[in-house]
């Protein structure tokens, strides 16, 4: 059985920074491709926010562009988003999702204020 479990959300000023991350447990190569998505309050869908591919290649949502970074440890047991810049329109929960095995963490919070 695998386990995603986030952690390092929080409440910020806008302008300021949060590392998320994401540990990967349980069955190997669902490690492979993994993403970020979140939900922001008020019933709105959740929507991609960045993905990494067994290669290693990026991508990420146009609203966060610039200011958002993903990346895994050497191990590939960690998933990370780095998020500068933030903005209010930032806040939302967060969740990794391993695309290889469809499997979804429990999420974490992250609020911007202005």
């Known amino acids: 059985q695998v386990q995603l479990v986030e952690s390092g959300g929080g409440s910020v000023q806008a302008g300021g920074s949060l590392r998320l991350s994401c540990g990967v447990f349980?069955?190997?190569?669902?490690?492979?491709?993994m993403s970020w998505y979140r939900q922001a309050p008020g019933g709105k869908d959740r929507e991609f926010v960045s993905g990494i591919d067994i290669a290693g290649r990026t991508r990420y949502a146009d609203s966060v562009k610039g200011r958002f970074t993903i990346s895994q440890d050497n191990a590939k047991s960690t998933l990370f988003l780095q998020m500068n810049s933030l903005k209010p329109e930032d806040t939302a929960m967060y969740y990794c999702k391993s695309e290889r095995c469809n499997y979804w963490g429990q999420g974490t919070q992250v609020t911007v204020s202005s």
């Open positions: 349980g069955y190997i190569g669902c490690e492979a491709s």
